[in-house]
Nanobody, 127 residues
């Protein structure tokens, strides 16, 4: 059974940091492109960041560029998203996803739906 499990969410003050982790079960994450999405209350889903399976190239939404960093730990079968300089507008449920399409990172911020989703982890940024 394939599962993606996110962890690391929580409540922080503006300017704070969190590290989200996506752990794979039943699949080797290094064979998949992994993307992080978020959804704030009353808003649509937003693709935040993606890391490819082929060359490790990364992509970031403009709203998080320079503040968030995506990375892989193949030994642990995890993908992490480091969130720095958090803002109240970063408040959302964050989801990781996995897809076998090699070019997934070119499409993840569109209507393309990935193969697998995690259950999400809440990030709240508030003073």
């Amino acid at each position: 059974q394939v599962q993606l499990v996110e962890s690391g969410g929580g409540s922080v003050q503006p300017g704070g940091s969190l590290r989200l982790s996506c752990a794979g079960s039943g699949l080797s994450l290094d064979a998949y492109a992994i993307a992080w999405f978020r959804q704030a209350p009353g808003k649509g889903r937003e693709g935040v960041s993606c890391i490819s399976s082929s060359d490790g190239s990364t992509d970031y939404a403009d709203s998080v560029k320079g503040r968030f960093t995506i990375s892989r730990d193949n030994a642990k079968n995890t993908v992490s998203l480091q969130l720095n300089a958090l803002k109240p507008e970063d408040t959302a449920v964050y989801y990781c996803s996995a897809d076998s399409l090699r070019s997934f990172c070119k499409y993840y911020r569109g209507d393309y739906s990935p193969d697998y989703w995690g259950q999400g982890t809440q990030v709240t940024v508030s003073s």
